[in-house]
């Protein structure tokens, strides 16, 4: 190329330029900034060494030619001028001189006649480099929005699967940093394994289209998405599951690729099976799961402590992972990692909060039982005393009774009728008096093997006659894996008893009672169900209270004493009852 052109003909720009004005076009001769002075017609009457540099052209091969028909400019914008200025200033498109299009901003200044002449001296910047500048600048902002708009999304997010969710969409969403697949690993310190927790992405090329397809015919937002996204394939279930789980990798494998990963200063960068930096664990088993030679491994750390390991590759379209991709999936695994944290801290916060609540209820339990226990406790000791000063008086007083019936033979019919009340009486107020004391001197109970199933028949029988009179029919079941219970064997059929008479004056007009023995994992239960009148809730809440009763001539101590018999064998006594539909104990 030429150099610039030797300015030795003021005559050229007889006409345009003062002579003042010639010799500054001798120092624009050899300026590096394209510079063009223009007839006015736009024929180029001078081309310095920046403009042959630019359009690949010398000053000899232009001169007369148009503006236009040099530079390639079309049409050109406009910018605006303020009036009375002759110079103006527009974008416009040239040709360089590889013939490729280059955004210029062209500076025109209209020169006044001088001797009848006009014309204008034109300056031409490149704007190449800045516009390279504008777009990085544009897609930059672009990328720092949508880091936002994940930001936001996790710090809404409170249950640690909508955190892996949306750290996921993030990384792959086309509203996101547009990776094809994410894989999500988190430390598990309890079990000490790096373990392969979540991932989004398609299997093959035909599910990608399917998705993306799908997803292109509406315009979500990241928060819309991460609603309604599935996370893995379209129904859940995609094979890059299966991928996610074999990354999975003990945390002091020192040969694994993933811990070593998960332990270094920053991102891993695999590029054709490689390590881009640093020396490490071979890439190649992770590369052989992942099915594709180039991915990243951003660790996901809040100080010094590594919370998980995020992966992220472009398996379907092949696109190359460049630094700034890399620098977006980093600044979204910083943001991630404190909110895997932030969720830890909360779910562990949470459990605490339940175990006190359940602290908290098992106190108050206690704290009744204990009430319960001092209450009954004073209870049965002057039960005990009342009953023990009652028994010797019914005692004498049963025995002269049943003695004059006996030595009385031919009593009057009125007599006779008034020793049988007072001998039936005393009965009834002696098995009043022997449950009392049986109340409150309980026994400890002396374990051995019971059949249930028997049990409950022999209790059966001894009560038949009572049964019969009321039309009671009975039905009694056993499972076939019901094994002994581990009781004593007395105290519960004196429970089973009880409950059973419980049962019978509950069916004044007939029914049905049915029995059943069933095995449990680490146990064995009787069920008890009548056909009664049932109980309201109001009697329901007080009937296990000692001395409550709702018959005539109960002493409301039968269903108290089985159920501490029942806590003596370190079970429990449960009465389920609907009124008008029966009851049922357990």
Excluded at 308 to 327: F, P, Q
Aim: proline letters at 5%; aromatic letters at 4%; glycine letters at 10%.
């Amino acid at each position: 190329m030429e150099a610039g052109p030797e300015v030795d003909d003021p005559a050229r720009w007889e006409g345009f330029l003062p002579e003042s004005g010639a010799d500054v076009l001798r120092l624009l001769g050899a300026w590096s900034i394209p510079f063009a002075l223009l007839n006015a017609s736009d024929r180029i009457l001078f081309w310095n060494r920046g403009a042959s540099q630019l359009y690949g052209k010398t000053e000899d091969e232009v001169l007369g030619k148009g503006w236009g028909e040099v530079t390639g400019e079309e049409a050109a914008l406009p910018m605006s001028v303020a009036p009375g200025l002759r110079t103006r200033r527009y974008e416009a498109r040239h040709k360089s001189a590889s013939g490729v299009e280059l955004p210029v901003m062209v500076t025109r200044t209209d020169l006044p006649p001088t001797h009848g002449e006009e014309g204008a001296f034109v300056l031409v910047t490149d704007l190449s480099d800045s516009k390279v500048l504008e777009r990085r600048l544009a897609r930059r902002v672009a990328q720092l929005s949508v880091l936002r708009e994940i930001s936001e999304c996790l710090q809404s997010a409170m249950g640690l699967e909508l955190i892996l969710r949306t750290i996921l969409v993030g990384a792959t969403a086309s509203q996101g940093l547009r990776f094809n697949r994410a894989f999500l690993m988190l430390v598990n310190e309890r079990r000490g394994v790096l373990e392969g927790r979540d991932v989004i992405g398609p299997k093959d090329a035909d599910e990608a289209q399917r998705i993306w397809s799908r997803l292109a015919k509406h315009d979500r937002t990241l928060r819309e998405l991460v609603d309604e996204y599935e996370p893995v394939g379209e129904g859940g279930d995609s094979g890059v599951r299966h991928v996610v789980e074999r990354l999975s990798a003990p945390l002091g494998d020192e040969e694994s690729f993933v811990v070593a990963a998960l332990n270094a200063a920053g991102t891993t960068r695999v590029v054709q099976g490689r390590r881009a930096e640093g020396e490490g664990p071979s890439p190649e088993a992770v590369a052989g799961i992942l099915g594709v030679d180039t991915f990243v491994a951003v660790p996901l750390r809040t100080g010094t402590r590594p919370v998980g390991l995020l992966l992220a590759d472009n398996a379907i379209t092949l696109r190359g992972i460049t630094d700034e991709d890399v620098d977006m999936l980093e600044l979204l695994g910083f943001q991630a990692a404190h909110a895997i944290e932030r969720a830890g801290l909360t779910g562990e916060l949470a459990r605490k909060v339940a175990s006190l609540e359940e602290a908290t209820q098992e106190l108050r339990k206690n704290q009744d039982r204990l009430v319960q226990a001092e209450r009954l406790s004073a209870i049965g000791e002057m039960a005990a005393r009342v009953a023990h000063e009652i028994r010797n008086p019914l005692v004498a007083i049963g025995g002269f009774a049943r003695g004059l019936l006996q030595r009385s033979p031919h009593p009057d019919e009125s007599t006779r009728e008034s020793l049988e009340i007072i001998v039936d009486e005393v009965r009834r107020l002696e098995a009043i008096v022997r449950e009392v004391l049986e109340f409150s001197r309980p026994l400890s109970p002396k374990i051995g093997p019971v059949d249930l199933r028997k049990l409950a028949a022999e209790a059966v029988e001894l009560l038949r006659w009572e049964l019969d009179e009321a039309q009671v029919r009975v039905a009694i079941g056993a499972a076939a894996a019901a094994r002994p219970a581990a009781a004593d064997r007395d105290q519960i059929f004196q429970a089973l008893v009880n409950v059973l008479r419980n049962a019978i004056h509950a069916m004044p007009r007939g029914g049905t009672l049915a029995l059943d023995v069933r095995a449990l994992p680490h146990g064995v239960e009787l069920v008890i169900r009548d056909s009664g009148i049932g109980m309201p809730p109001e009697v329901l809440a007080r009937v296990l209270e000692p001395f409550y009763t709702t018959k005539t001539n109960g002493s409301g101590l039968g269903l108290t004493i089985a159920t501490q018999i029942v806590r003596d064998h370190h079970g429990e006594l449960k009465i389920d009852s609907r009124e008008g539909e029966g009851t049922t104990v357990t």
